[in-house]
């Protein structure tokens, strides 16, 4: 049956939560470990029934890694074999939770699952033996106790608000939203990123708390745009005062829309000089209309974790980038694109998409399809770019490497039969490479698929998906590849000039 106790640590706060997964052939050793945990005051979850598998049984199960605050999933020829445990370490991932691996038997370094990536397995060496590592596995669940156990109880809150159908009533408010908003910001390193419903229910949150203000202040009458023509679309049936804010965003983006469509002389000259034909090059168009410090009033939190952006100025400089704060990428799919309903936003914006966006946009799409059916040369190439992050190569724009016969052989990508821009492509494989070192590849692909599935929904149709589970394109080291050698690039430099950011490119 399935076994459920928790014993108060005297005089101290309860302990956390762990879910043991393991295979029935390795319950002897999983034994050991719950009545070894439990005495010192773990509340542990294990499911010893052997009951037929299927829906009821997944669900509980779910159930059971939702509560916890940790993951001890126990390594053997067993369970690395096993469909079942490995559907459990993908629900773990899928959950965000804290993941700890325990080698209770003797497998290979390429037998462990994909998920594992570089995660550190207890022992270090050998196999779990009870009586010398069972301190170390309970001073490693206990490190960011705190922090993980705040997760799991938003993590519950978020759920009943979506069982609730996101009803306002079940928001953070007040001092809970801002505690929220802190713990969010003081991830440990060595924690993992909290959930998107987690996210997406504190993003929600304050969002729900910055219209409550505008209602308090009461409808904006004037919204900023650039032509009469847009005006009358922006303030399409907005009679509600507490849309308020949310429509003079949308205000504010159909301008920025309209100044794509013209780039001014600063942002052609910042485009020869970096080479850039991505989101850099993009928001050099829409600063005149919107500066870096108002999308960051409009969206509530900061649009970069750290990086060389601040002072509200986007700053293009060697050898660093930007961290993309993942709560802004969702704030931004959600608020910058039109709605289901929302069809004069789209029908003007649609020509200008056609016209300036499309090519990037599906050159962005292929690129990141493409690279996650070669996880092998992505990996080669990101380890490229961390090495000139580190100053142990000498840095250089590496998308001038790849030549169109380099897309065709490597990445099965033909620039020229698929219509493709060249300078987007370009532009997307060092996109992706930054974004998988962020760990935010998954939000931004999912937020090109939701502009694709708006203004260009035939070719999403068609267009093929990217290859294995997210994550597609897995943060540094969860790819390995024992083989390889930069001293010797499989892509041959470029012959002409090159592009070498030596100054600081500032967009005020």
Known sequence: MFDRKARAVAGGEKKLTVFISY??????????????????????????????YGEKWQGELTHFIEQSDTVIWLISSASVT??????ELDSVQKQSKRLVPVRVGDVKLEDLPRQLGEIHILPGQGVFDP??????????LETDRGWLREHTRLLDRSRQWLLKDRGDGLLLRGRALRDAEYWNSTRPRTAPKPSAD????????????????????????????????FAAVALWQWDRADEAAQRVTRATTLSGWQAFAEPNATCRKMKAYTGEEGLRALYCNLRDVVSYERLEEMAGIPIFLKGPHNNHKLRVQEPTFGYYNPEFIRWATYNLLPGKDD?????VTQPIYDRHMKKMARAYHRTYVQWSRNLDHFEKERRYLIAMIEGTRPWSYMGARWTDKDLRTILNLDVRNENLNPHNVQAALRFWQRRSIDETA??????????????????????????????????????RDPILNLEKPWLVEPAGPNYHLNDVVVIE
């Open 23 to 52: 295979s029935h052939h390795d319950m002897a050793v999983a034994d050991v470990i719950v009545e070894a945990l439990e005495r010192d005051g773990f509340e542990v979850l294990i499911d010893r029934r052997d009951l037929p």
């Open 82 to 87: 096993s469909k079942w445990c490995n559907w």
């Open 131 to 140: 009586a010398t590592h069972i301190e170390s596995l309970i001073t490693t």
């Open 198 to 229: 987690v996210l997406n229910f504190i993003l929600s949150s304050r969002r729900a708390s910055q219209q409550r203000q505008k209602r308090w202040v009461g409808t904006l009458v004037g919204v900023l745009v650039v032509t009469a023509g």
């Open 343 to 347: 069809t004069a936003y789209r029908t």
């Open 442 to 479: 998954d939000d931004f692909f999912a937020a090109l698929e939701t502009m694709l599935a708006i203004y260009d929904p035939d070719y999403l149709a068609k267009a093929p998906r990217p290859a294995g589970t997210v994550p597609h394109l897995p943060p540094p080291g969860h790819i």
